[in-house]
């Protein structure tokens, strides 16, 4: 055990900094409940998220900046909402920003979708401090309750009530989403190809 925590307090943080600038939610979760756990201290995951998620952002808008409208072009999906994309991202800049953050799998694409709008980059970057740092704190309140609740359940139930609870729970959010997410984006993108 004593070689499971120094790896963790060793490299986790650099984890958490290279998982939160390309997308992240799962390894920062992780590591908010390893802090929570006594494993890693909870004010640095947060910083290192926080940093790693603002660095991300900005070096996939400079990309959209870059060479954004050649991966636009090369993408029919978002060559086809492109134009929509941009109109929204101009006029709701400052929600938008808020709002991608929060839906996972998006932050990257978003990122190079403001790059190529007309939004500038000082706007974007000053946006994404507050929207970073917010974000950060949200999601390492959820992580660190998560790891709060898994170690009650790993003291009164060992290990094989913890892996119980953590098949169950993902049974449950895979019933979840193929019941109500699936279905409802398979009806956007239907409803999108049709128009």
């Given amino acids: 055990m004593a070689w499971a925590q120094q790896f963790v307090e060793q490299y ?28 890693l201290e ?45 109109a929204v991202l101009d006029r709701y800049a400052h929600w938008s920003i808020f709002i991608f953050q929060y839906l996972y799998g998006t932050r990257m694409v978003a990122a190079i979708l403001f790059g190529c709008s007309t939004i500038s980059f000082g706007r974007f970057a000053i946006w994404q401090v507050a929207n970073c740092a917010s974000w950060a704190v949200v999601i390492y309140a959820v992580g660190h309750l998560l790891g709060f609740a898994g170690m009650a359940i790993l003291h009164r139930f060992g290990v094989i009530g913890l892996l119980v609870v953590l098949l169950v729970a993902a049974i449950i959010a895979g019933w979840i989403y193929y019941r109500y997410g699936h279905s409802h984006l398979r009806r956007h993108f239907d409803e999108d190809d049709s128009k």
Avoid at 16 to 31: L, P, R
Avoid at 69 to 76: K, V, W
Wanted: hydrophobic share 60%; glycine share 10%.
């Fill in 12 to 39: 986790g943080y650099w984890a958490v900094f290279a998982w939160t600038f390309i997308e992240g939610e799962t390894v920062f979760i992780a590591a908010a409940a390893l802090a929570a756990a006594g494993f």
């Fill in 42 to 86: 909870p004010w640095k995951v947060i910083v290192v998220a926080a940093i790693g998620a603002y660095l991300g952002h900005l070096v996939f808008f400079a990309l959209g900046r870059w060479r954004g409208m050649q991966i636009i072009n090369a993408l029919p999906f978002l060559k086809r909402h492109y134009p929509k994309a941009n």
